[in-house]
């Protein structure tokens, strides 16, 4: 393992604290005013999954999602001693991640068009997940992929990444009842899909 990632820092409640037991806000700190780069090293490490995430359901290109990734957090690193902590870094940087595809967008007018079998590898499995449980995610995902453009980040953010309805909207820019309404109707269209594909019950049917 990386030493940097590992070094300690000072003690709490009686055991060596190690970079990896610091929170978002402390790494915020550390990184940003203290220029310490294990520290943004160790936010990186705990979010580019979720930033890969996104933006993979958006461009559909697994390279593309890859190089705006590392564009997203470049930019953070360049910003982050101006980052004032009103939002948690999750959000900040699902905001600065999704100007960075609308950027890309806007130079490149044609998105790349989703590969054959992108459904099988939208939604990578993780530790926590139980085989069923990934499934569910799995089949999920690919639904998501067939969603108009202006539905799947909020559709991601919510369902996948488990983020709330002020902080979609905080990320993406939009009112709050534009998210809402935005869910309303991705949340129809995935049911449709979902039962298409024979995989309403088991994908845990978005309607609830």
């Known amino acids: 393992m990386n030493r940097a990632l590992t070094q300690t820092w000072g003690r709490r409640a009686g055991r ?3 970079i990896t037991d610091l ?3 402390e790494l ?4 940003g005013k203290g220029g310490d780069n294990a520290a943004f090293a160790e936010l990186v490490r705990r979010h580019q999954g979720k930033v890969r995430g996104l933006l993979l359901r958006l461009t559909g290109n697994s390279t593309l999602a890859d190089d705006l990734g ?13 980052f004032e902590g009103r939002s948690r870094f999750s959000t ?14 806007a130079r490149n007018r044609e998105l790349v068009a989703l590969p054959p079998g992108f459904e099988s590898c939208a939604a990578a499995p993780t530790d926590e997940l139980s085989p069923i449980r990934f499934d569910m995610r799995r089949d999920l995902a690919g639904a998501i992929v067939a969603l108009p453009e202006r539905y799947r980040a909020v559709v991601t953010l919510y369902y996948l990444q488990d983020v709330s309805y002020p902080e979609i909207a905080e990320i993406l820019d939009l009112p709050l009842g534009t998210v ?3 869910l309303h109707r991705a949340k129809k269209m995935l049911r449709e899909h979902l039962r298409a594909q024979g995989a309403g019950q088991a994908a845990g049917d978005p309607s609830s």
């Open 16 to 18: 060596e604290l190690r």
């Open 23 to 25: 929170d978002d806000p």
């Open 28 to 31: 915020v700190e550390r990184a």
């Open 70 to 82: 590392q564009e997203a957090f470049l930019r953070a690193y360049r910003g982050l001693v101006s």
């Open 92 to 105: 900040w940087i699902y905001r600065i991640a999704y100007n960075v595809f609308l950027n890309h967008r």
């Open 180 to 182: 809402k309404t935005h």
